[in-house]
């Protein structure tokens, strides 16, 4: 049997704590792994300050969703799926897809994007949030860098 090593990938683990914490606005996300560790392969990130996600499509990233606590519904396409704890949706890439909480901003999530590179998009508003101008001109310039189209 031949195994392939993926290049730059290495090893890599985190305790529960552990992250890049990145915040703007109301949202905070902890990133779990990113292109950086794990050689480009995903991006996994926590979701500890919740809120809602309005009707997107990503060109780049399939997003799997891994629903930590709470009861969260999802949209994806023209389906929609209710999840608690322990339970996951996939939203593959170029499909509309959308997420909000039952009870409003309780509830957490953990997001594996594949491949890597989404947490770019949160770095970029975390910076503009630092930078003192998060509004929707920074918010447009990350969604188009990142492959994000709204739709509501």
């Not at 915040?23 to 919740?50: L, Y």
Request: net charge negative.
């Amino acid at each position: 049997m031949s195994v392939t090593r993926r290049p730059g990938a290495v090893a890599y683990a985190l305790d529960a704590e552990g992250g890049e914490r990145l915040r703007f606005g109301e949202v905070e996300v902890v990133v779990k792994a990113s292109a950086d560790t794990t050689g480009g392969a995903f991006t996994i990130f926590e979701e500890n300050e919740p809120v809602d996600t309005g009707l997107h499509v990503h060109e780049n990233e399939d997003e799997l969703f891994y629903v930590l606590e709470g009861r969260h519904v999802f949209q994806v396409g023209d389906q929609e799926f209710q999840a608690g704890p322990g339970e996951l949706v996939f939203a593959p890439r170029g499909v509309p897809h959308a997420q909000r909480r039952v009870v409003p901003r309780t509830g957490r999530i953990l997001v594996l994007a594949s491949p890597a590179g989404f947490e770019g998009f949160f770095r970029a508003l975390a910076e503009a949030d630092r930078a003192g101008v998060l509004g929707p001109h920074a918010y447009a310039r990350a969604s188009e860098e990142y492959g994000i189209t709204w739709l509501a």
